[in-house]
């Protein structure tokens, strides 16, 4: 095939197929206030971004080096309290600093710190790391309430960020500026994170993740590729972290405490660490379900953990690895192979989902609504909650869906095979 | 420090237990620059250890270990490669989730300067990729060069394994059973790639096969229960009473 042009132009340089997905994403980042103009969207594409750049730094972690965190948010949270009193510094001392450095500045802070903690917890992957992790979160944690001075205590720290120096006339009191300056962070961030895994450290980091033991035989110390990823990926959370304070103006215990940093590594897992694009999916579902799904029920939490457990159950790869599975099907150009049996499939799972999401409201509206309050409203149609109607529909609705879905898997799975399959004429 | 003139490796009193059980029990064996040196014993009797305490994958109990004159006894096993010395393990012991290429080009990182590099993009370097696909093309997997290297078959893990040590250019290398569970043909093809690239190096295996050892070492030495029986060019250690009555009658017998 065209394999040999390929491999040369690879290593030559940088071609245009590698550029092309970069480009796009930019000029998507440019065109989304456009489409999205108000406001309230404004924020959750900004809320977006921050996560973005905060799971591809702990995929930095977990996925390119194989370390399990349960407290990353602490670099994030201490990247966003100094980037907080920075903010203060530059309003009340008048210290010269425009707005759009301070997120490098809570990078540089979350890598100093990461460089102190990651100098005893890289020394042993595994367990080791992940309980030192925790270990460390929960400490910093605790001293949130203790050193007020630095943490503001149970408020926290909050400020204004439009007393910065303008920054090209820029005064970033319109959201739009805010957006577009955490935008260029999100670009930044994520092309060093991605030209990161392609440097020399970068690749003895899947190593290590590997095989520690035989890196160490190849001349690296799997500790110091391990520390070595570790401050990257605080100086990346810490950026995430500068990010948030600029957008929000406040920042709290609540972004560096260990229910944050389950939060990341839920992100991080449900989109997929074993591919670079994987966090990103990942940060803009949750975003979507946090902002979108959260205001049209109370529950939405639940929905996020069966997804996260159903992921993790029947996708390990996440939602990256089952977009990444349909690779072969496509390189052999049998992808249209699936696309019935994915269009009957659609119908049963829908209604299967529907049923499910009925009887958990309507549960949940007779638990939780006010007393005497029995009306309530699931997918624009109003009805009493106490009547048995509802709930016996939506029962019925989710195990007739179960059960058409359930006859349609033999199809499915039969197209699977036969889409993965090369042709025995062409293998010749 | 590092003496010209010094042996390749020199072992001293080296011994080893695990526990109350002594497996290495003072060895003193010197390997000359230039060497093809062979280890050979039966099972259990220590070879693996051996290796394992040169490499620094062990620490000795006691004893000690010189690679070019240096004392390397405890070292971690990333200095003592970084001093040119590589090794390759008895069980495959590769990179699985990465490719074929990159499982070569890591190896080649230390030994072409990267170090720890942040600076630089390993795909942008012509030469680092040109001499991945040299050893590639040494060790017949082309072919295989962007599959996982978990999916490759046994006999292909273990070129794998043989180009993955043999990729930094160490002066010094150590092969554990390099043709173990490997077909008539394979392991032919593995001995002269062997002979190849350990022209003007030392070479320390540990190898079951008498033919590979007759063919390719210039010394033997015979390791017995941790100790070290005999050691001397082929014919001498053939001739070896000692040699006869504790190995390698039963080991040439077999083979015949
Ligand atoms: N880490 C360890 N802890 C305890 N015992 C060990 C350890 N490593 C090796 N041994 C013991 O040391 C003895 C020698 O093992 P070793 O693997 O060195 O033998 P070998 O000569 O390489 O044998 P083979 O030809 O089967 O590879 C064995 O009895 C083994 O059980
Ligand atoms: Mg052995």
Not at chain 1, 176 to 188: D, G, P
Not at chain 1, 313 to 323: E, Q, T, V
Not at chain 1, 343 to 353: E, I, Q
Not at chain 2, 92 to 103: D, L
């Amino acid at each position: 095939m065209t394999d040999a042009t390929h491999n040369t132009a690879r290593s030559a340089s940088i071609t245009f197929g590698q550029f092309l997905p970069w480009l796009v994403s930019a000029l998507f980042l440019l065109v989304m206030p456009l489409i999205f103009p108000s406001n309230a969207a404004l924020t959750i594409m900004n809320q977006m971004a921050i996560t973005i750049v905060f799971a591809l730094a702990y995929n930095m972690l977990l996925g390119q080096g194989g370390m399990l965190s349960f407290g990353h948010a602490v670099y994030m949270g201490m990247g966003g309290f100094m980037a907080m009193h920075i903010m203060n510094w530059i309003e009340f001392h008048e210290l010269p600093i425009p707005l759009p450095v301070l997120p490098l500045l809570a990078g540089l802070f979350a890598l100093g710190l990461a460089m102190i903690i990651g100098s005893f917890s890289t020394r042993k992957a595994g367990t080791v790391f992940a309980m030192i992790s925790l270990g460390v979160g929960e400490l910093i944690a605790a001293c949130s309430v203790i050193i007020v001075a630095f943490f503001g205590g149970e408020e926290g720290v909050s400020g204004d960020r439009t007393y910065g120096l303008p920054f090209f006339g820029i005064e970033f009191i319109r959201q739009i500026e805010v957006y577009y300056l955490t935008a260029a962070w999100l670009m930044i961030s994520a092309v060093l994170m991605y030209l990161w895994s392609r440097t020399p450290l970068g690749r003895m980091a899947n190593a290590v993740r590997d095989n520690p033991e035989r890196a160490e035989f190849l001349g690296y110390s799997a500790r110091w590729v391990r520390f070595y990823s570790f401050c990257a990926s605080g100086f990346f959370a810490g950026i995430a972290g500068g990010l948030f304070a600029i957008n929000y103006e406040i920042v709290t215990e609540e972004n560096l405490n260990l229910a944050q940093s389950g939060m990341i590594l839920l992100v991080t897992f449900l989109g997929g660490a074993g591919f670079f694009f994987g966090p990103i999916i990942g940060a803009i579902l949750f975003t979507l379900l946090q902002t979108v799904l959260s205001l049209q029920t109370e529950i939405w939490q639940l929905y996020l953990g069966i997804l996260f457990v159903a992921t993790v159950m029947y996708f390990p790869g996440g939602l990256a690895g089952l977009l990444m599975m349909h690779t072969i099907p496509l390189r052999l150009g049998k992808l249209h192979l699936l696309f019935v049996p994915y269009l009957k499939m659609l119908g049963p799972a829908l209604l299967c989902v529907a049923g499910f999401v009925g009887v958990f409201e309507i549960v949940f509206h007779i638990r939780n609504a006010a007393p005497g309050d029995t009306e309530m409203t699931l997918f624009w149609i109003t009805f009493d909650s106490h009547d048995v109607l509802p709930l016996a529909v939506s029962i019925i609705a989710a195990l007739a869906g179960f059960w058409l879905a359930r006859r349609v898997v033999p199809e499915l799975s039969a197209a699977w095979t036969a889409a993965n399959t090369p042709d025995t004429e062409r293998l010749i | 420090m590092n003496a010209p003139d010094a042996p390749a490796l020199e072992l001293a009193g080296l011994r080893k237990s695990f526990g109350k059980t002594e497996i290495i029990r003072g060895v003193d064996l010197t390997i000359a620059r230039g060497e093809r040196h062979a280890i050979i014993g039966p099972n259990g009797a220590g070879k693996s250890t051996l290796f394992n305490l040169i490499t620094g994958r062990y620490v000795p109990t006691s004893g000690s270990v010189y690679l070019n004159g240096q004392d390397v006894s405890g070292l971690a096993p990333y200095k003592i490669n970084r001093l040119g010395l590589s090794r390759s393990f008895q069980i495959t012991n590769i990179f699985p989730r990465m490719t074929v290429f990159e499982n070569v080009r890591c190896s080649l990182l230390w030994s072409k300067g990267y170090r720890y590099s942040f600076w630089h993009m390993v795909g942008r370097s012509r030469d680092l990729t040109e001499a991945t696909d040299a050893i590639l093309e040494q060790i017949n997997l082309t072919a295989r060069r962007d599959l996982p290297a978990g999916v490759l078959s046994y006999a292909e893990q273990r070129a794998l394994e043989i180009g993955i040590t043999m990729a930094g250019g160490a002066n010094v290398i150590m092969l554990d059973e390099p043709t173990a569970g490997m077909s008539h043909s394979e392991t032919e093809y593995i001995v002269n790639l062997i002979r190849d690239v350990t022209e003007g190096k030392t070479l320390v295996m540990v190898e079951h096969d008498m033919s590979v050892v007759f063919g390719l070492a210039d010394r033997i030495s015979v390791l017995v229960y941790g100790e070290i029986i005999a050691t001397g060019t082929p014919e001498e250690v053939r001739a070896d009473p000692r040699v006869q009555e504790a190995y390698l009658g039963a080991a040439l017998e077999a083979e015949h």
